[in-house]
């Protein structure tokens, strides 16, 4: 990735870069501490920011679906499938929002604590970028924030609404998320201490990045489609049916890509 801008002086591309990305940052910083202005906040906001807020936005109306459809009969699956729909909308987002940060050559502190606060979990600090293209890195990097909402606690809370509404289920579903909110930690973590490429990208995701979930989401949606919904109804059954440990075998496939996102071993290369 690189940044649009000029050499001048006898500078370095990566200085000019670095430049003008710190002066973006600057004057976010003066905008948000500033006492007097209209909508200092939301002038604040880069257009990268506002495109994340999106994939945020995807996510939770996916949640609302997915809560709209348990509370009318089982037998109409508009919300559901409108739950189903809201979540590869979040993945066009997740992608286009690194786009255009790109694009635009800007970083975002904004950006930057996006991730604690749609996460709803503790913020680790961002990683401090020493060359250009980490500063664009960090920038994409934490803008991360809404792909534990569209592409962990959407899925989980999709695959609630159709039936695996156990005691068990939910906790699997709970490790679920949770491995999902651990991989994301991690991987802005480590992403600088990765192996790089020419361009200075990582090679390779550790573990199976959290939008490949979406497989899962896919396979919900064919349950859908065959009218396999409900507790009594779902692909394979149900194991201990009345006791503590009553579960359905198919929350397996959840724990099983939860296991996976966090792997260590798994090395994915990147595109």
């Known amino acids: 990735m690189s940044l649009r801008t000029g050499v001048a002086n006898g500078g370095t591309a990566k200085d000019s870069a670095t430049s003008l990305s710190n002066g ?8 948000l501490a500033s006492d007097t202005g209209h909508f200092s906040m939301i002038r604040a906001l880069h257009l990268a920011d506002l495109i994340t807020e999106l994939n945020g936005f995807c996510g939770f109306m996916s949640i609302l679906s997915s809560m709209r459809y348990c509370l009318g009969p089982p037998t109409q699956y ?8 809201f979540m590869p909308f979040g993945l066009f987002f997740d992608f286009m929002d690194g786009k255009v940060a790109r694009w635009r050559g800007k970083s975002s502190l904004m950006g930057q604590e996006l991730d604690s606060l749609a996460d709803l979990s503790q913020s680790y600090g961002p990683v401090v970028p020493e060359t250009a293209k980490e500063v664009l890195l960090s920038t994409t990097l934490t803008l991360t924030s809404p792909l534990q909402i569209s592409f962990g606690v959407s899925p989980a809370v999709c695959a609630f609404a159709l039936g695996l509404r156990t005691q068990l289920d939910t906790l699997l579903l709970a490790f ?8 994301l930690a991690r991987f802005n973590v480590t992403v600088v201490a990765l192996p790089k ?9 550790e573990g199976t990045p959290i939008p490949t979930s979406l497989a899962i989401v896919a396979m919900m949606a064919v349950w859908v489609g065959n009218g396999w919904v409900g507790e009594g109804n779902l692909p394979g059954g149900v194991l201990g049916k009345g006791g503590l440990a009553e579960v359905h075998p198919v929350v397996g496939v959840f724990v099983g890509w939860g296991c996976m996102m966090v792997s260590k071993s798994i090395h994915i290369p990147k595109p």
């Open 176 to 183: 679920f998320v949770l491995c999902g909110l651990t991989r």
């Open 24 to 31: 973006s940052q600057e004057k976010q910083k003066m905008l």
């Open 197 to 205: 490429d020419a361009s200075g990208k990582s090679k390779y995701f």
């Open 78 to 85: 508009g919300p559901i499938w409108t739950a189903l729909a």
